[in-house]
């Protein structure tokens, strides 16, 4: 059975930085990633992660956000740094594996609010 595990959001003031962790189990993933919605907007994708390595990420937070994972651990993390109010959102882990059958998270919630 996949699972997928959110951790590290939480309440940050503009500028701060967050750390998110996606402990997956059940299978190995292709790509790994995560999305964020917030209220009243569509979900929208931050950053992925190849197996291998390679990445992607949105526009808007290029520069500020890492994306990484440890393979062997099956996890995939966001460091985020200078964040700003309109980053206030629910982040989901996304898990892509090699079937291409997609799976979520339940979401955790980053407020980047003074």
């Known amino acids: 059975q996949v699972q997928l595990v959110e951790s590290g959001g939480g309440l940050v003031q503009p500028g701060g930085s967050l750390r998110l962790s996606c402990a997956a189990s059940g299978t190995i993933f292709k790509t790994m990633g995560w999305y964020r919605q917030a209220p009243g907007k569509a979900r929208e994708l931050v950053a992925s992660i190849a197996h291998g390595g390679s990445t992607n990420y949105a526009d808007s937070v290029k520069g500020r956000f890492t994306i990484s994972r440890d393979n062997a651990k099956n996890t995939v993390y966001l460091q985020m740094n200078s964040l700003k109010p309109e980053d206030t959102a629910v982040y989901i882990c996304?898990?892509?594996?090699?079937?291409?059958?997609?799976?979520w998270g339940q979401g955790t919630q980053v407020t980047v609010s003074s």
């Open positions: 996304n898990a892509v594996n090699y079937s291409y059958w997609t799976y």
